[in-house]
């Protein structure tokens, strides 16, 4: 699974008894075009992982739920389980200096690949 595929799961299964998720919805959370929404998607249910079905009141929608509402998110994604358990060594004086410089680290990257007017 690619990163996009295994940020879309932990999307749908963070949501999957609280929202309905379409695949617009989907896409925009991951900031993609609709058309690669539906390729993501196209993935997903080729693998057995989602299923797409229709909104039982709006015939144009369609919602996409996980297959399995019971996958384990660290399974599925192990370096975001890695990565909290790094973070949660961290005091919380630690904590807010890396969040500092993270955030100075993104500002900074951001401004220099920014395009210039």
């Known amino acids: 699974m690619t990163e996009t595929d295994r940020a ?4 749908l299964l963070e949501r999957e008894d609280s929202e309905e998720v379409t ?8 900031h ?3 058309a690669s929404g539906t390729a993501l998607i196209d993935r997903l249910v080729a693998r057995g992982l989602v299923v797409v079905h ?7 929608k ?4 996980p297959l399995d509402g019971d996958i384990d998110l660290d399974h599925l994604d ?5 990565l909290r358990s790094i973070a949660a060594k961290l005091t919380s004086g ?9 955030e100075d680290v993104l500002a900074t990257v951001t401004h220099a690949t920014a395009p210039s007017h």
């Open 54 to 60: 229709g909104h039982p009141h709006d015939r144009r």
């Open 8 to 11: 879309a799961m932990r999307y």
């Open 32 to 34: 993609l075009s609709p």
């Open 94 to 102: 630690d904590a807010r200096i890396v969040a500092t410089f993270l």
């Open 62 to 65: 369609k919602l996409v739920r």
């Open 78 to 82: 192990p370096l975001t389980m890695r």
């Open 23 to 30: 695949p617009g919805r989907i896409a925009r959370a991951l």
